[in-house]
Nanobody, 122 residues
Framework: QVQLVESGGGSVQAGGSLRLSCAASGFTYSRYCMGWFRQAPGTERDWVAT???????TYDDSVKGPFTISRDNAKNTLNLQMNSLKPKDPAMYYC????????????????WGRGAQVTVSS
């Protein structure tokens, strides 16, 4: 059974940093694309970043630069380092997994964690 469990959420002042982690189990982690999404109250869930099996990373333009996605295949974990957090960044952040089409391409995300809340105070 696929399980994705996020941790590391919390409250931080604007300009501060947080590091989210996602513990994965129940599947061959190294063979899956992994990603982060976020959803603020009353809005759609938005894509934040993806890391492929081959380690290629892509980001939404709104987080490119301050956010860094990384994976540790030995520990089956996914991370999201968030720096320079802004008042627009608060949301529930979700970890997700997608089957890998190749080292650099992913299928649609099909497995989701329950989320970690991030709050930014001004």
């Amino acid at each position: 059974q696929v399980q994705l469990v996020e941790s590391g959420g919390g409250s931080v002042q604007a300009g501060g940093s947080l590091r989210l982690s996602c513990a994965a189990s129940g599947f061959t982690y190294s063979r899956y694309c992994m990603g982060w999404f976020r959803q603020a109250p009353g809005t759609e869930r938005d894509w934040v970043a993806t890391i492929t099996v081959g380690g290629r990373t892509t980001y939404d333009d709104s987080v490119k630069g301050p956010f860094t996605i990384s994976r540790d295949n030995a520990k089956n974990t996914l991370n999201l380092q968030m720096n320079s957090l802004k008042p627009k960044d608060p949301a529930m952040y979700y970890c997700a997994a997608a089957a890998s089409i190749s080292d650099s391409w992913c299928a649609d995300f099909s497995h989701w964690g329950r989320g970690a809340q991030v709050t930014v105070s001004s």
